[in-house]
């Protein structure tokens, strides 16, 4: 048996001991058993929002667990694979392409296990707003409102629109939506931040080139398990007429909510249940995402300042460039990472590239890279 197979096949064995640790697969394993036995139970179904939340759970960790048990079952069949190999020297190449099968499972797990946040299992609420650059900003928003959309629906998510506001011109001005499944904002909360275009404007009649910017904020949805104390005295709450289609029942009465949670300055809003009571609940939910996500801000930031690192995700920050003049391309200015097709990275196909890319860029120190235009 060739000598660099019998090495990668000891180095995987050492990787699996070592992810099954980090990724607490015997704790996950056990969970699993416990749900699976409390959905067993009678009356598991009778509070529904509850049960959904439960499932939701379930599927979170079985998307670890069943990767990590076909992996160890792989792994064990590899030693009498190689065994084989040693008596036939034809199957060495066989050996050879399950060496690497096992080793692209292993890279995806070990990016699984980046995901170590006390949110990043949960769903994600994702509100992107049109800022600098007139008409183009807001067909910016836009485009970038269907990229993520087309992005979670291959990742096989569920999307909830919460909240859209349309531009009269063009594009919108702001839209909130729920993307739900598992590790959808262990993924997505990289993406906070602004996002930069550049493109011939097509809403300029000269054809001038033209740098619009639309920011993007990603907080964790958590259910009512999670503690957030949030006082209702410190908000506002604003009732105010819906835009947009809807009906007779949305365009004639004030249905929409927008909540102000004084002492952070934080707005959140939603116009897009049947009725001001779940738009209300909707709106509450919101906040208490918002208010999860600036205390994970405060947990990253002293994180940030103990490896003399900063976390560049905030509003103010250009995290990414995208470009459709002179050339197409899209660069990560925070991980360098760099795709040459901009219509691959809108329509959600190769996003994922800068979603892992900054998995491994914050795991790996944080220092960012910058852009060249």
Known sequence: MDAELVQRSETIKKRLKQLAESLDYQGKAKQIKQIEAQMAEPGFWDDNESAQITVGKLKALKVIVGPMNELSSSVGDLSALMEMADEDE?????????????????????????????????????????????????????????????????????????????????????????????????????????????????????????????????????????????????VREDRYRAGGAGGQHVNKTDSAIRLTHFPTNTVVQCQNERSQHQNRATAWKMLRAKMARLEEEKREAEEAKKYMTQARTGFGSQIRNYFLHPDQRVKDARTGHYVGNFNSVIDGSELQGFLDSFLRWRAGGAVAVGDDD
Do not use: C
């Open 90 to 234: 034809s199957i060495a190449e066989e050996v050879a392409g399950e060496l690497e099968r096992l080793e692209n499972i292993l890279d995806e797990l070990e990016l699984k296990a980046l995901l170590s946040g006390p949110n990043d299992g949960a769903g994600a609420i994702l509100t992107i707003n049109a800022r600098d650059g007139g008409t183009d900003a807001n067909d910016w928003a836009d485009i970038m409102l269907r990229m993520y959309s087309a992005w979670a629906v291959g990742q096989d998510y569920k999307i909830e629109l919460l909240d859209r506001h349309d531009n009269e011109e063009a594009g919108i001005n702001s839209a909130s939506i729920a993307i739900r499944g598992p590790m959808a904002y262990g993924y997505l909360k990289g993406e906070q931040g602004m996002h930069r275009l550049v493109r011939i404007s097509p809403f300029n009649s000269e054809g001038k080139r033209q740098t619009s910017f639309a920011a993007v904020n990603v907080s964790p949805e958590i259910d009512d398990s999670i503690e957030i104390d949030i006082q209702e005295k410190d």
